[in-house]
């Protein structure tokens, strides 16, 4: 639960219809996120909320309906142009830079805000080293805050799994996003492992006031972080609203309990 | 007419040539995702060995008999070729298996440059001769339609029917033969083929060595044509635009890309060479290969590439 | 015992973020630089400038080049033998063309065009990769082949494409001497790799890195694919042209086009993968080995007194060439750096085992 209080509506999805050839793997889904609430996707596997995620990066773009972020509207959007208002996000399977160690990676995520021409870097005398050092600093709070210190010069091959997670956020943040798209942050932990990632998703709602948005499987966390939750089921929405609610709803239940369809 | 019939003609039969070592790139490529760049120094490799057995036979074994020789120095050739295919599998392919496209690619160059020394200096490095009785006088068709008639080099056509032979027996082998079922299962999934049962190390030399059988026929008809000599291993590098046209994947397309490059190559160099200074035939197939990629990398008849997050 | 970095504490971004972090390696290859200006002068031979010293350098500044696009963008390319050529004849023209033009400015313009000529070229990376791009860079080069061979303009209206450069004159210091060719070309070397090095430790470089390790994600992240691509082909394309024009007024003195022919680019493409992918140091280890084991393959039967005819030898060369590609390419696909840095590392322990 966070304790910021949440504003109005941010990002509004309205009847986004996504199909590969013939399968479709999502069908007039609306929902809506307010700013500064954690909003929880959930839903049994294949139910689309990847694919859903991957509508509002501009990764897929759906042949039928529309998102509007912060009251501009589109019909799909571009990834960069995503990253560039604000959108920054983690993959299920990490989309990590296998080359590069750790502060390169975060480092990666800033990007957008260093400025400095080709010229200046090739010199690397005045606004550009500064650039560098100030962008650095930038990720080492980063690093700080994810408690990933010990490994900053690693090369995140060599991570396991759990770090790697947490450099995946760690270059989202770098991105210092209005709204945060996290795909199964948690998949694959331990009992500890989570409840780190807990705390950092909270941490990053309550401090910088990032929206976030959220897929998750384990139910636990969802009902104990999330202030309203949309579920999936075959690419459909069967369930929006809060934890509650959405816990005693009917078609979530069969949903989940896999009544015949 | 005539003479566009003629330069059409000769560009078909040409193209034909490209096709056949074509044919090897796909092969390999269909069987195993690997390109290969050796397939030009497999050419050369096996024409060099082909052409010495030719004559080492005589001198060894005293048999003159011109048939029998050549179809001994055949067989020696494609159990040289079976045994290139098994040391390359072991030693390169099989270290290499998790590693991406352009790591085996690059390991290919690699062989391509062994491959070239070694051939030399196993089989020597001047020019030689390969003689299977391919006729060589020109002949002239409808000598009453243009005048003078159209001159058609019957070792072309002869090189043509023979292409055309192995190109339906490739496909009949790989769609009616248990080892070819196997092979396609092997293109479209390593893991999913492996774990029914199909032996992948074995697939691959069959694999490779099918490609060096086609290599062989290539060698010998293009050495039949131009001598043996170390120039030959650049013919990949002309087969290389025909694949890009035909699709990587598809065998009837390296047939069609071969001989569209063919065709193309004998007419902008007739017609449009003049006018640039000549000697365009040196990248006129590579700036229809550009043009491909940029419009349709798949080729013709290949399968559509696919990037997933 | 010796190379520890006890002691060494950062005690700013600034000298964390450094080329060479660790004391030691800043002294050694200052200590390097100095000795390959000031002492090597003195004990070289002019056949070591000639066969070793100067092709080493001028190759180096290629492969580096070509390092920034296959090693650091992970975008192939077989034309590199082009790039140089345009870059050869273009500084060229210019020189011969227009009155008074200095050598220095016609060697960086040859790059500039170089440049514009490798963006062109460097497009259809925006749709294709791997094998594809393969192909479309060779396109590129068989296009210079040609070009180079058959239009009369380029080559100042030259039969075969053979030019040839009147004495250079660098701010009115003749460069005739193989010493002096050896230290102008050492100064372009050390002037660019450390520019280089410095492209790629920023964002440029980063985004270079992201691009070649998972492009789609990238994008996520803000990075302009097209942007990032295009300038890794025009920043590569720059330094392999200069290293063209180099290698054409200082190495060469008269060239026609068949000096940057296709097995140019398989060499410097040899020279990236056996020295080390994505790696400045690296550029030099492969150019280094590429000059030398020919030498070596050359020489050696006569240090042991079993002559081998040049024929021989140049397939043998061959050979290990070859072979020793698809060796690293198992062993270490990192190549000679990688090898380098973990020496390194054993060395940080030296003599202790763990």
Redesign the interface.
């Known amino acids: 639960m966070s304790r910021r209080s949440i504003g109005e509506v941010m990002l509004d999805v309205k009847n986004i219809s996504l199909s590969f050839g013939g399968v479709k793997a999502l069908t007039d889904i609306s929902f809506n996120v307010r700013e500064h609430e954690i909003r929880a996707i959930i839903g049994p596997n294949g139910a689309g909320k990847s694919s859903m995620l ?1 509508c509002i990066n501009g ?1 897929y773009t759906p042949q039928q309906g529309s998102i509007t972020f912060r009251g501009k509207t589109f019909d799909h959007m571009n990834s960069r142009e995503v990253a560039e208002m604000g959108i920054a996000r983690t ?1 299920q399977n990490l ?1 990590l830079f296998k080359g590069m160690n750790v502060i390169d990676n975060i480092m990666s995520g800033r990007n957008l805000k260093m400025k400095t021409n080709i010229f200046q870097q090739a010199l690397r005398i005045g606004a550009a080293e500064r650039e560098e050092q100030a962008h650095r600093e930038v990720v080492e709070r980063i690093i700080d805050f994810l408690e990933i210190q010990a490994w900053r010069k690693t090369p995140v091959a060599r991570l396991p799994y759990g770090l790697q997670k947490r450099v995946d956020l760690g270059r989202a943040l770098a991105m210092e996003p209005q709204v945060l798209l996290l795909d199964e942050p948690m998949a694959g932990m331990n009992i500890e492992e989570k409840q780190d990632m807990c705390r950092f998703v909270l941490d990053v709602n309550d401090q910088f006031g990032t929206t976030i948005v959220l897929i998750e499987h384990d139910m636990g966390v969802v009902m104990d972080i999330s202030d309203r939750v949309v579920v999936l089921d075959y690419g459909k929405k069967i369930g929006d609203g809060t934890p509650d609610e959405v816990r005693s709803n009917e078609e979530v239940i069969s949903a989940y309990l896999g009544t015949s369809h | 007419m005539g003479p566009f019939l003629e330069t059409l003609i000769g560009g078909l039969m040409t193209g034909m040539l490209y096709s056949l070592v074509a044919l090897g790139f796909v092969l390999i490529f269909k069987a195993s995702g690997v ?1 290969n760049f050796a397939q030009g120094a497999m050419v050369l490799f096996a024409a060099l060995a082909m052409a010495r057995f030719a004559e080492w036979i005589p001198a060894l074994l005293g048999i003159e008999h011109k048939v029998l020789v050549n179809l001994m120095a055949f067989i020696l050739a494609m159990g040289v070729m079976i045994m290139l295919a098994w040391v390359v599998e072991r ?2 392919l099989g ?2 298996v998790n ?1 991406e ?3 085996l ?3 290919t ?10 051939g ?2 196993v089989f020597g ?1 001047d020019i030689y001769k390969i003689d299977v009785g391919l006729p060589k006088e020109p002949m002239f068709l409808l000598e009453d339609v243009f005048q003078g008639g159209i001159l058609v080099n019957q070792e072309e056509l002869s090189a043509a029917i023979i292409a055309a032979a192995l190109v339906a027996l490739l496909a009949a082998f790989f769609q009616y033969t248990g080892t070819g079922r196997a092979l396609r299962a092997v293109a479209d999934d390593h893991q999913a083929a492996q774990s029914i049962g199909i032996p992948l190390e074995r697939i691959w030399v069959i694999v490779w060595s099918v490609a060096g059988f086609v290599a062989l026929v290539a060698g010998i008809i293009w050495g039949s044509k131009l001598g043996v000599q170390f120039s030959l291993s650049q013919v990949a ?1 002309k087969a ?2 025909v694949v ?1 046209l035909g699709g ?1 994947t598809s065998v009837p397309g390296a047939i069609v890309g071969g001989l569209i490059i063919g065709v193309g190559e004998k007419l902008s160099e007739v017609y449009i060479g003049p006018m ?5 035939e ?2 006129f197939a ?2 229809l ?2 043009l491909f ?2 419009v349709r ?1 798949q080729g013709l008849y290949g399968e559509k590439i696919i ?1 997933r ?1 | 015992m010796l190379y520890r970095e006890n002691g060494q504490f950062k005690t700013s971004y600034q000298a964390d973020q450094q080329i060479f972090p660790i004391a030691q390696d800043r002294y050694l290859i200052l200590a390097l630089i100095a000795a390959a200006a000031i002492v090597v002068p003195f004990i070289a031979s002019e056949y070591v400038f000639r066969a070793l010293l100067i092709p080493f350098l001028i190759l180096s500044l290629a492969a580096l080049g070509l390092n920034i696009l296959v090693g650091y963008c992970g975008q ?1 390319s077989l034309g590199t033998g082009g790039f140089m050529a345009v870059g050869a004849y273009a500084a060229y023209n210019l020189l011969v063309r227009i009155e008074g033009m200095p050598a220095v400015v016609a060697i960086l313009l040859g790059g500039v065009f170089a440049m514009a000529f490798g963006v062109v070229f460097g ?2 990376s925006l ?2 990769k ?3 791009l ?3 860079t ?2 590129a080069q ?2 210079c ?2 070009a180079f ?4 303009w380029l080559t100042n209206d030259s039969a075969s494409g053979s030019v040839s450069v009147p004495e250079l004159m660098v701010f009115g210091w003749n460069v005739d001497t193989p010493i002096d060719k050896y230290l102008f070309c050492l100064g372009f070397v050390v002037i660019f790799a450390l520019l280089a090095k410095n492209l790629v430790r920023g964002h440029t470089g980063r985004e270079w890195m992201a691009i070649r390790d998972m492009d ?2 990238a994008a996520l992240i803000g990075i302009r694919p097209v942007y990032a691509k295009l300038t890794a082909f025009a920043v590569s394309s720059f330094i392999v042209g200069v290293a063209g024009a180099l290698w054409g007024f200082v190495h060469l003195g008269s060239w026609e086009p068949a000096a940057f022919n ?1 097995t140019r680019s ?1 060499d410097l ?2 020279m990236v ?1 056996i020295g080390g992918l994505g790696s400045i140091m690296g550029s030099f280890f492969g150019a280094a080995f590429i000059v030398i084991v020919p030498i070596v393959l050359d020489n050696l039967p006569n240090w042991f007194g079993i002559p081998i005819d040049t ?2 030898a ?13 060796f690293f ?2 062993v270490e ?1 990192h190549g000679l750096a990688r090898l380098w840095s973990v020496g390194k590392e054993k060395l940080r322990l030296w003599p202790f085992p763990h």
């Open positions: 991957n990764v993959f989309a | 390109f030693f390169v270290k290499l590693q496209g352009v790591t690619l690059m390991a160059l690699g062989i391509t440059y062994f491959m070239d020394g070694f030399q200096t490095s590098l290389l635009p890009i990587l640039l200074g000549g000697g365009i040196i990248w590579y700036a290969a550009l990629l940029l990398p990037d997050v | 192939i497009i259809p749709r294709i791997g094998l594809y393969a192909v479309a060779l396109a068989f296009f082949d040609w061979l058959r239009i009369k789609v994600a296709i398989f493409l040899f993968i024929a021989l140049s397939h043998l060369t061959f050979m290990i060439f070859g072979a020793l590609i698809v390419l198992i696909p």
